[in-house]
Nanobody
């Protein structure tokens, strides 16, 4: 049984930083995409960043490019999202997600549909 558990959320002022972690258990990570999504109240869930284990390819939403960095430590079955220069519009519940299919392409790496497993979420609040 796959479980994804996020941590690291919190409240920060604009311009601050946070690092989110996602620990995966029961999950075989090789050649698969994992990603971070977020959902603000009244808005749709959006893909923030994704990382592929087979080569380390990454994909970012335009809104976070240059500010967020996604990474994964396969030995620890952990994925991270380093968030710098945070803005109030980054306020949302952040979810970790993982795909079951192998060798997926990057074109849908930030789409929620292909992801099979989801964490419970961790809240990020950025005040101005």
């Amino acid at each position: 049984q796959v479980q994804l558990v996020e941590s690291g959320g919190g409240s920060v002022q604009a311009g601050g930083s946070l690092r989110l972690s996602c620990v995966a258990s029961g999950y075989t990570y090789r050649y698969k995409w994992m990603a971070w999504f977020r959902q603000a109240p009244g808005k749709e869930r959006e893909g923030v960043a994704a990382v592929y284990s087979g080569g380390g390819s990454t994909v970012y939403a335009d809104s976070v490019k240059g500010r967020f960095t996604i990474s994964r430590d396969n030995a620890k079955n952990t994925m991270y999202l380093q968030m710098n220069s945070l803005k109030p519009e980054d306020t949302a519940m952040y979810y970790c997600a993982a795909r079951e299919d192998k060798y997926g392409s990057s074109w849908d790496a930030l789409s929620a549909g292909p992801y099979n497993y989801w964490g419970q979420g961790t809240q990020v609040t950025v005040s101005s």
